[in-house]
C-alpha cells in the first residue's frame, strides 16, 4: 500500500524558471518529510526537509511547503539549473526513523 | 571521505542460485537499511537494523536475509532469486532518527537470468 505518492512521473522546465513538484501522502502519523535528489548510477543524495511543526522550509534555491490538512507537500526550485536535471524521491517518516519513498519524479531543465 | 559503500555495482545471478549483496559504512552509523527498488517505482523497505536488533518488514519475502556482523557491515542475501527479484538494491544509513535523514550508498543492479 503506497503511502507516499508522487503523481507525476516527470517534468520539464525551462532554465531560469520555477520547477514545482508535488508530493501527497496518506498516513496521518507521518512526523518528518524530505526531498532526496539521484543523479544516474548514483545513490539518492538528502536535498531538504521539514518537520510537521512546519509549513515552509527555505534552503538557497529550494523551497519545500506543507499542507498538513491536505497531506501534501511540495517542492519549489527557484531558478531551475541544468544540474537540476535529476530524479527527485518525495520521503516520508514514521516512528521516528523509518521513510516511505514515493515513485520519483524525472526533472528535466531544457537550456 | 565519510560514506555508505555497496558491492557490487553489478550483480548477476542464475535463478535459484543464492546471491550476497554488501554494504559498508564509514559513518559510525547506528541504522543501516535495505530497500529494494524495480524500475520506475519507489524504493521499498526490505529490513533495518537498529544497532543488533533486526527489524523485518511484514511483507518481506522469506527468501530475503539480512546480516549485520558489525556496525560497519551489513548483507542482503537472497536465498533463492527470482526473476522478480531483479531490482536496484539500496542501502542507507541513519543516526537513528530520521531528523538526520539517510545516507545512501550507490546501488546494487541485480539481473537473474
Known amino acids: 500500500d503506497q503511502q507516499v505518492k508522487q503523481n507525476s512521473p516527470s517534468l520539464s522546465v525551462q532554465e531560469g524558471r520555477i520547477s514545482i513538484l508535488n508530493c501527497d501522502y496518506t498516513?496521518?502519523?507521518?512526523?518528518?518529510f524530505l526531498w532526496y535528489k539521484k543523479y544516474p548510477a548514483e545513490g539518492p543524495t538528502f536535498l531538504i526537509s521539514?518537520?510537521?511543526?512546519?509549513d515552509k522550509n527555505e534552503d538557497g534555491r529550494f523551497t519545500v511547503f506543507l499542507n498538513k490538512s491536505a497531506k501534501h507537500l511540495s517542492l519549489h526550485i527557484v531558478p531551475s539549473q541544468p544540474g537540476d536535471s535529476a530524479v527527485y524521491f518525495c520521503?516520508?517518516?514514521?516512528?521516528?526513523?523509518?521513510?516511505?519513498f514515493g515513485a520519483g519524479t524525472t526533472v528535466t531543465v531544457r537550456a | 571521505d565519510a560514506m555508505v559503500i555497496q558491492n557490487p555495482r553489478y550483480q548477476v545471478t542464475q535463478f535459484g542460485k543464492p546471491v550476497t549483496l554488501s554494504c559498508s559504512q564509514t559513518?559510525?552509523?547506528?541504522?543501516m537499511y535495505w530497500y529494494q527498488q524495480k524500475s520506475s517505482q519507489a524504493p521499498k523497505l526490505l529490513f533495518h537494523?537498529?544497532?543488533?536488533?533486526?527489524?523485518n518488514e511484514a511483507d518481506t519475502p522469506d527468501n530475503f536475509q539480512s546480516r549485520r556482523p558489525n556496525t560497519s557491515f551489513c548483507f542482503l542475501d537472497i536465498r533463492s532469486p527470482g526473476l522478480g527479484d531483479a531490482a536496484m538494491y539500496l542501502c542507507?544509513?541513519?543516526?537513528?532518527?530520521?531528523?538526520?535523514?539517510?545516507?545512501f550508498g550507490s546501488g546494487t543492479r541485480l539481473t537473474v537470468v
Open positions: 521539514i518537520s510537521s511543526i512546519k
Open positions: 559513518l559510525n552509523h547506528n541504522v
Open positions: 520521503a516520508a517518516s514514521r516512528e521516528g526513523y523509518k521513510l516511505s
Open positions: 542507507a544509513t541513519s543516526r537513528g532518527g530520521a531528523n538526520y535523514g539517510y545516507t
Open positions: 537494523y537498529y544497532d543488533k536488533d533486526f527489524n
Open positions: 498516513n496521518s502519523m507521518f512526523d518528518y
